[in-house]
């Protein structure tokens, strides 16, 4: 079945320490791929998002992605992570440029002071 | 621009009743989308609009959902027969068809008694 996975449902790291997000999918072409960030009492918000070209993508507040075709992964990361990060991080992709985004069930960041 | 805004903030009804959510989007985006958020899992995608024309609806969309963009700006999405199963936040994002960007609103949090 067509779907996006998102494997952790919660992590926990330190501030400063580096963070990686992890995002599969599982459809036939490559789709356009997205990340979001939700913090509570907040709409979503985009922090990067992927077409085509260049496989790592820049996004806000220094996060960045990398899409990996062969293992249809499209993983979140940051260096060195703030208080402020603690939120609900969303994957989601887009199938065909068909207007229907699917999203992952999400995974909350915790971070420890 | 105040992004996109989304009325009421919080509803709480009785099973069997009809509610009525109202979407304003950003003024000038012609896309206006709908979706559920149930607690712990991604937003799941209800159906879309280019203007006022309702272009795709998700088998999510029974029949007792049903939804409206009269004159291309703002949404209303309306439930009737409510049940314990519609609780949920539901989110209105909007888009130009220029820039792959959804903007989300904070939602409307349903609660069913």
């Known amino acids: 079945a067509q779907s996006v996975t998102q494997p952790d449902i919660h992590i926990t790291v330190s501030e400063g320490a580096s963070l990686e997000l992890r995002c599969n999918y599982s459809?036939?072409?490559?789709?356009?791929l997205f990340w979001y960030v939700q913090s509570p009492g907040q709409g979503l918000q985009l922090l990067l998002k992927?077409?085509?070209?260049?496989?790592l993508v820049q996004g806000i507040k220094g996060f960045e992605a990398e899409f990996k075709r062969s293992q249809s992964s499209f993983n979140l990361r940051k260096p060195s992570v703030h208080w402020s990060d603690a939120a609900e991080y969303f994957c989601?992709?887009?199938?065909?440029?068909?207007?229907?985004?699917?999203f992952g069930a999400g995974t909350r960041l915790t971070v420890k002071p | 621009d105040t992004g996109v805004s989304q009325d009421p903030r919080h509803k709480i009804t009785k099973r069997g009743q009809n509610v009525t959510f109202r979407c304003d989007p950003i003024?000038?985006?012609?896309?206006l989308y709908w979706y559920r958020q149930t607690l712990g899992q991604g937003p799941e995608f209800l159906t879309y609009?280019?203007?006022?024309?309702?272009?795709?609806k998700s088998r999510l969309l029974s029949d007792r959902f049903s939804a409206e963009r009269p004159k291309g700006s703002f949404s209303t999405l309306e439930i009737q027969r409510t049940e314990q199963g519609d609780s949920a936040m539901y989110l209105c994002?909007?888009?130009?068809?220029?820039?792959?960007?959804?903007?989300f609103g904070p939602g409307t949090r349903l609660t069913v008694t």
């Open positions: 994002a909007s888009m130009t068809s220029l820039d792959y960007e959804q903007y």
């Open positions: 989601a992709v887009e199938p065909d440029n068909n207007n229907d985004m699917r």
């Open positions: 459809y036939g072409a490559t789709p356009y």
């Open positions: 003024s000038e985006h012609n896309r």
């Open positions: 992927y077409f085509s070209g260049d496989t």
């Open positions: 609009f280019q203007n006022e024309a309702q272009l795709e």
